[in-house]
């Protein structure tokens, strides 16, 4: 019983040693000395120049952006259901007049589909693409533009009519 208690008491005293020497200095002793610490200045921001045809550009742009938080308010005005548009057909959006290239599901969600309906503006040979679930067209049409080869960028629209 002797032994066992010496083997105890000395496990206890190598970790509490172990204990010690992991810690190094306390933190309040680590930085009592930090009053006469100097800090180095900020470096200048580098000011980048753009011409003013860049910069309306971009304002351009970043005004047909739209946040993809926000809600679709899209006032549509439908000759026929939209299930029916087809290859062909004209859709105008604000005021804008596009052809359908094609109209398909994007993904089959069970009880709705998420459809896409790709149009083209001839004119300015740039692709575009009205995205909606079918179950409620009104309240998630969205208005996109194809930037390169894949990437569709969501564009602010007020009006559809077909």
Avoid at 36 to 56: G, L, T
Avoid at 69 to 85: D, F, L, M, T, Y
Wanted: charged letters at 45%.
């Amino acid at each position: 019983m002797v032994k066992a208690n010496k083997k105890a008491k000395k496990k206890v005293e190598k970790e509490e040693d172990e204990e010690s020497d992991e810690g190094g200095a306390s933190l309040d002793d680590a930085f009592a000395d930090d009053e006469d610490v100097e800090y180095a200045e900020s470096k200048p921001q580098k000011i980048k120049k753009k011409d003013e045809d860049d910069f309306d550009e971009d304002m351009e742009e970043t005004a047909t952006t739209v946040d993809i938080r926000e809600k679709s308010n899209v006032i549509i005005k439908a000759s026929k259901p939209v299930e029916k548009i087809k290859r062909g057909d004209k859709i105008k959006v604000d005021g804008h007049e596009f052809e359908v290239d094609g109209h398909y599901v994007l993904m089959n969600h069970g009880s709705t589909k998420e459809m896409a309906i790709d149009i083209f503006d001839k004119k300015a040979d740039r692709d575009f693409q009205l995205r909606y679930f079918s179950d409620q067209v009104e309240t998630s049409l969205e208005f996109y533009e194809l930037q390169g080869e894949i990437m569709y960028i969501r564009r602010s629209c007020v009006k559809v009519e077909w």
